[in-house]
């Protein structure tokens, strides 16, 4: 049985449907059907119930799937045991909250591609809430995301940043202290779901500031360019790596602690050296930027 077809069957399983886990694996969807199918002669039994669209899996495939995972744990761990190369080289699947997508993963991403060329790497943007799911299930090889406020023994913790509160204001936008600030002008709400959105509404709570919210947002990226078009003001985590929208706001320290930004992985992950690398890199990057603000 090759270790391939319980790789993809896995993706279906994580993903959903065939079409979803095409894009996990780097296949086709017909390549997906066709390794399924080849999958259920190797163990003489159906483990789809293709009546359904799309097609689900049986119990039977539903009860074998933490088997399955288990078999790839232990031969991804074998590699990585065996000091290969290779332990650098394959694909790399990164979940990573929006508001790193711009500044910090491409250049953490730059430093690693560079150093180990044979490197595939697929970025998955989410929510923390999300993320932590994806990479606590193996979905993903790690994710950058918020702290947990409660960490969880099957994933390892890397610090990365600790990013404080701050108001965000159009550059030309008028003057005042933070509580006038936000007193006076409409608010633009990070969602409340997200974890920097959480973070941002309960400050607002225990500061008994009422807000007049104009709109809510999904992502820190939307939130900052609408602030940059003069529609507001918001509280935010000052974000370590910023994209030059966010850079060119005006930025009014809050003196609180704001968001803990760090990378999550599985205990148990066999990409380990890979994800070590990484990291360092991911450091790195928050080091650069911070000398060349300090040399501007």
């Keep these: 049985m090759s270790i391939t077809l319980l790789r993809t069957l896995i993706a279906v399983a994580d993903t959903g449907s065939f079409v979803a886990a095409s894009d996990q694996v780097h296949v086709s969807q017909a390549a997906v059907g066709q390794q399924m199918r080849r999958l259920e ?4 039994t159906a483990l789809f119930d293709r009546q359904a669209k799309p097609p689900t899996l049986t119990a039977l495939a539903l009860s ?7 078999v790839v744990a232990a031969y991804d761990t074998l590699l990585a045991d065996a000091g290969s190369e290779s332990t650098l080289a394959g694909t790399l699947t990164l979940g990573a909250v929006p508001s790193s997508l711009h500044g910090l993963v491409p250049m953490a991403l730059k430093r690693l591609m560079q150093s180990t060329p044979q490197l595939q790497v697929r970025v998955v943007p989410g929510l923390s809430s999300d993320l932590v799911e ?34 965000i204001i159009a550059p030309d936008g008028p003057k005042g202290t933070p509580e006038e600030l936000l007193r006076s002008l409409p608010y633009i709400r990070h969602a409340r779901r997200s974890a920097a959105g959480k973070i941002s509404e309960d400050w607002l709570v225990r500061n008994r500031i009422n807000v007049q919210s104009s709109m809510e947002l999904e992502s820190l990226e939307t939130v900052a360019s609408v602030v940059a078009h003069g529609l507001g003001v918001s509280v935010v985590p000052h974000i370590c790596v910023p994209d030059p929208v966010f850079a060119g706001l005006r930025r009014i320290p809050l003196k609180a602690a704001g968001r803990n930004l760090c990378l999550l ?6 990409k380990a050296p890979l994800i070590e690398r990484l990291v360092q890199e991911i450091l790195e990057a928050v080091r650069v930027y911070k000398v060349s603000l300090n040399q501007n």
Excluded at 64 to 70: Q, S, Y
Excluded at 265 to 270: E, I, M, V
């Design 64 to 70: 074998f799937i933490p088997k399955a995972r288990a």
């Design 134 to 167: 994806m990479v606590d299930r193996g979905a993903v090889d790690a994710v950058i995301t918020s702290a947990l406020d409660v960490p969880m023994s099957s994933l390892r913790t890397y610090h990365i940043a600790q990013e404080p509160l701050v108001l």
């Design 265 to 270: 992985t599985r205990a148990d992950c066999p």
């Design 41 to 44: 002669d190797v163990l003489g």
